[in-house]
């Protein structure tokens, strides 16, 4: 049963870097799993942050790109996410999760990816 | 982006109920829509993919339909770990995007 455990700081300044960890167990880094990062300010609902995919393709929200990073680091069995130049408005739990596909309309090319498992969550806050 | 609007924002119900979730899609999106339950402070948690299949384990009491832009989601005999909030999410191009959510409150 694959599990997902993020840590990281819960406190980071204004214009600092948040940097997050996402360690992965029971199991492995298949080649047809992706990834994800997803984040919830307080009270609000869940925004995808971005992917990465066993060979390290990543795709991100263009709302975020020019600030962030995601990498895998097989050896360690860990996703990591790189936010710089936070502002309150990072202020989140940010989640790691799972992202299996389905190919489920035989004459459409396009993958179904879902997240099917996720970790705890780890909240940060962006405060001086 | 592809925005997704659900409907109500809220509802109230009681044990044994059956409820309906509507989400809709601002573009087409086929049959590429996800269902997630999350528990307050807890991690969402997958119900159901491509519209309408139970991921394993999910109850039957869950079901999924609809396609291009108007999907559904009811539940049926309302279980009192069903009282959570309810989150639709289009996988039809990144970037992907959630509903802002149903809580699902008992009566």
């Known amino acids: 049963q694959v599990q997902l455990q993020e840590s990281g700081p819960g406190l980071v300044k204004p214009s600092e870097t948040l940097s997050l960890t996402c360690a992965v167990s029971g199991g492995s880094f298949d080649t047809n799993i992706l990834w994800t990062w997803i984040r919830q300010p307080p009270g609000e609902g869940l925004e995808w942050i971005g992917e990465?995919?066993?060979?390290?393709?990543?795709d991100y929200n263009p709302s975020l790109k020019s600030r962030l990073t995601i990498s895998l680091d097989k050896s360690k069995s860990q996703v990591s996410l790189k936010l710089n130049s936070v502002t309150a408005a990072d202020t989140a739990v940010y989640y790691c999760?799972?992202?299996?596909?389905?190919?489920?309309?035989?004459?459409?090319?396009?993958?179904?990816?879902?997240?099917?498992?996720w970790g705890r969550g780890t909240l940060v806050t962006v405060s001086s | 982006d592809i925005q997704m609007t659900q409907s109500p924002s809220s509802l109230s119900a009681s044990l044994g109920d059956s409820v309906t979730i509507t989400c809709r899609a601002s573009h087409y999106i086929s049959i590429y829509l996800n269902w997630y339950r999350q528990k307050p402070g807890k991690a969402p948690e997958f119900l159901i993919y491509?519209?309408?299949t139970l991921q394993s384990g999910v109850p039957s009491r869950f079901s999924g339909s609809g396609s291009g832009t108007d999907f559904t989601l009811t539940i049926s005999s309302l279980q009192p770990e069903d009282f959570a909030t309810y989150y639709c999410?289009?996988?039809?191009?990144?970037?992907?995007?959630f509903g802002q959510g149903t809580k699902l409150e008992i009566k």
């Open positions: 990465i995919s066993h060979g390290g393709f990543t």
């Open positions: 999760a799972r992202t299996p596909s389905r190919h489920i309309v035989p004459s459409d090319p396009i993958l179904n990816w879902f997240f099917d498992v």
């Open positions: 999410q289009h996988s039809y191009r990144t970037p992907y995007t």
């Open positions: 491509a519209a309408s």
